[in-house]
C-alpha cells in the first residue's frame, strides 16, 4: 500500500506536520497552500525594520521532559530554540493602583493570590489544588526509557481511578462560573479578560501546570522560524509546497475524493486528499456541503468560536527593562471608555515582546495591541475601502494616544504602527470569519478534546481532515498532533506500522 499519493490542503502547522509524518510513512505527499508563505496562522511580518509576531505566545511543549517536546523533535521545531519562560503570565492593573499578577510558578502564585484578595482564599486554594493535580497529569514521552514510560503509564492510570471524577468535574465548570464565587471583582473580571468567560477552567489549570513545568515557555524568534524549520523538514522528507494554490474544491467521484480544483483551472490527483485547511471553507465551499450531518451541523450553528481580533503591532523605539516579561503582557485601565473599531474598550491588553530582541532594531521594542473585534463590522466597512482604511488610520492614532496613559511620552517613541483586522487574518489564512483558534473549548465540548472527531466525513472516502478545526482549543501543538494523529489512522487502514523518526 505504500507509494500511495496524498494531497495536503494547506502549509499550517496541521498541514506540514501531515505532510512531515505522510512522508516518514512512505506516502507521496504534495501540500498546495494558497498563502506564498507556510505556517498559516503561526506566522509574522515585518514593518520598517521590526517584526510583528502574529501568533506565538507561548509554545506547550519546550520542557524536554514532556510528551509534545518529541513531537517537535519529529516535526523539526527541536532541538536548536532558545527558550525563555517569563516568570509572569499576564498582570492586570486597576485604576485604583493594585496590580494582579498571575505568576507562572504556582507557589508564587498562590502567595501572591492569598494577599491579594485573603477574603477569596476557599477558591484560590481550590483554583491551586486544580493546577497542581493538573500538573500530575503528564504524558511519558515517547523518548523515555520504556521502564521509566511505564512507570508514568501506572502511575497515570492510577491517578486516572482516584482523581478521574474530580478531574471531569473540572471540565464542566467554564470560567465565568467559577470566577462568580470570588468576592473580590477584580479577580473575577481579571480571570475572565485572561481567557474568555465560555472557556472551561480546566484549560486555564492545565496552563497554570504547564507554566509552572516550563514547558510554555516563548522560543526566541517568534513564529516566522517555526513555520519555516517545518517547511524545511517537510522538504527534506522529499515533499512537495506548491505555494499560491489556492484551492477551489475537492475533487469527489462516486463519493470517493479524487483530487483538488485549483483556483487556476489545474486538477492535481491523488489517492487521499486530506484538508488542513479552514474547517467551513473546507465542508461548505470546497465540498459544496454535500456531506453535512448533525454533528457538523451542531458545531457550525452552535459551538462558540475564539473571536476574531484587531491586532496593532507598533514599533517603539525605546526599551522597556523596568516591564516584567510575560506570556501575555499586561491589561491597564483607561482614564475614560473609548470607542476603538466596533467596541468600547474601558482598558488595554499590551504585549511588551521584550523578552525577544530579535524582534526589533537595537535598542527598540515590538509590541502588540490585541482585542477581539466583529467580523461583520469589518465586512459591511470594506465595502468601501476608503472608510476601511480610514477607521484602521484612526485605530492606529488612538492606540498610540492611550498607551501614552500608561506609558508616558511613548508617542514620540513610535516608529511604527500596523493595524490587522479580522478580514486581515481571513484573507492570509482562510480562517472562518477571521477565528484566531478554532473552536473553544466549553464545558459542552471538552470530551472531544480528548477524544476528536470529524477526521473524517460520513459518507465520502479517501478524505480526511486535521487541525484546529477538528479539535476544540486549536493552538499549536494540537495542529501537530491532530495531523500525526491522522496519519496513524491512514496507516492502520492500509495495514501498516506508523513509524515517525527525529530529525
Ligand atoms: C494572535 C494569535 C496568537 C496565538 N497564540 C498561540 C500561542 O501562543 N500558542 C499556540 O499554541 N497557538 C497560538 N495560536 C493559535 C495557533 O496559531 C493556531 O491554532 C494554529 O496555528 C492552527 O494551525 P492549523 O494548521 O490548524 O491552521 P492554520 O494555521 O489556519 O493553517 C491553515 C492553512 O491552510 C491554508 N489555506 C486555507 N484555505 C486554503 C485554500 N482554499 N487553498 C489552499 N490553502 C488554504 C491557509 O493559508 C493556512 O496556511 C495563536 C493564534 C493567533 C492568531
Known amino acids: 500500500m505504500k507509494n500511495q499519493s496524498i494531497i495536503v490542503i494547506g502549509a499550517g502547522f496541521a498541514g506540514l506536520s501531515a505532510g512531515i509524518y505522510a512522508q516518514m510513512n512512505g506516502y507521496q505527499s504534495q501540500i498546495f497552500e494558497m498563502h506564498n508563505l507556510p505556517g498559516g496562522l503561526c506566522t509574522a511580518w515585518k514593518r520598517k525594520g521590526y517584526t510583528i509576531d502574529g501568533c506565538v505566545h507561548w509554545l506547550v511543549g519546550t520542557s524536554p521532559q514532556s510528551e509534545m517536546y518529541h513531537y517537535w523533535e519529529e516535526v ?22 493594585r496590580t494582579l499578577i498571575l505568576y507562572s510558578d504556582v507557589d508564587r502564585l498562590e502567595k501572591h493570590l492569598l494577599d491579594f484578595s485573603p477574603q477569596d482564599a476557599k477558591p484560590i486554594q481550590q483554583f491551586i489544588q486544580g493546577i497542581r493535580l493538573c500538573m500530575k497529569f503528564d504524558q511519558p514521552s515517547p523518548s523515555d526509557p520504556w521502564l521509566t514510560r511505564l512507570g508514568k503509564k501506572m502511575k497515570l492510570g492510577w491517578l486516572y481511578v482516584a482523581k478521574g471524577k474530580a478531574f471531569h468535574e473540572m471540565m464542566k465548570i467554564s470560567t465565568y462560573e467559577f470566577t462568580q464565587v470570588f468576592k473580590d471583582p477584580i479577580l473575577r473580571d481579571a480571570f475572565q479578560e485572561m481567557w474568555l468567560p465560555e472557556f472551561s477552567i480546566f484549560f486555564i489549570l492545565f496552563t497554570f501546570g504547564f507554566l509552572h513545568k516550563k514547558n510554555a515557555g516563548y522560543p526566541i524568534g517568534g513564529s516566522m522560524p517555526l513555520s519555516q524549520a517545518m517547511a524545511q523538514r517537510y522538504l527534506d522528507l522529499g515533499g512537495i509546497i506548491h505555494y499560491q494554490s489556492r484551492v477551489n474544491k475537492i475533487l469527489v467521484e462516486n463519493n470517493q475524493a479524487v483530487g483538488i480544483k485549483l483556483e487556476d483551472g489545474s486538477q492535481p490527483t491523488a489517492d487521499r486528499v486530506i484538508s488542513a485547511a479552514d474547517g467551513y471553507s473546507t465542508i461548505f465551499k470546497m465540498l459544496d456541503g454535500k456531506y453535512v450531518d448533525d454533528e457538523i451541523k451542531e458545531r457550525y450553528e452552535k459551538w462558540p468560536r475564539f473571536p476574531a481580533l484587531l491586532y496593532i503591532g507598533l514599533g517603539v523605539n525605546r526599551l522597556f527593562p523596568d516591564e516584567p516579561q510575560s506570556v501575555s503582557g499586561l491589561s491597564f485601565p483607561l482614564r475614560q471608555p473609548t470607542e476603538i473599531g466596533d467596541a468600547v474598550q474601558s482598558r488595554l491588553s499590551v504585549h511588551l515582546f521584550n523578552q525577544d530582541p530579535t524582534l526589533a532594531p537595537a535598542g527598540k521594542t515590538s509590541l502588540v495591541v490585541m482585542m477581539p473585534s466583529n467580523y461583520q463590522y469589518w465586512k459591511d466597512l470594506s465595502s468601501d475601502p476608503a472608510a476601511y482604511q480610514a477607521k484602521k488610520e484612526q485605530i492606529g492614532q488612538t492606540i498610540v494616544h492611550l498607551l501614552n496613559q500608561r506609558f508616558p511620552g511613548i508617542s514620540q517613541d513610535v516608529e511604527m504602527v500596523d493595524v490587522a483586522t479580522p478580514l486581515t487574518f481571513e484573507r492570509y489564512t482562510g480562517n472562518w470569519q477571521g477565528s484566531f483558534e478554532g473552536w473553544l473549548i466549553t464545558p459542552q465540548n471538552t470530551m472531544t478534546v480528548l477524544k476528536p472527531t470529524l477526521q473524517t466525513l ?14 476544540p482549543g486549536g493552538g499549536l501543538p494540537s495542529a501537530v498532533m491532530s495531523a500525526r494523529r491522522l496519519i496513524q489512522t491512514i496507516c492502520k487502514e492500509d495495514k501498516e506500522e506508523f513509524h515517525a523518526t527525529v530529525k
Open 458 to 471: 460520513s459518507g465520502l472516502q479517501n478524505f480526511y481532515m486535521c487541525g484546529q478545526w477538528i479539535e
Open 76 to 97: 523539526g521545531v527541536m532541538p536548536g530554540l532558545k527558550i525563555v519562560n517569563p516568570e509572569e503570565f499576564m498582570r492586570y492593573e486597576t485604576s485604583d493602583g
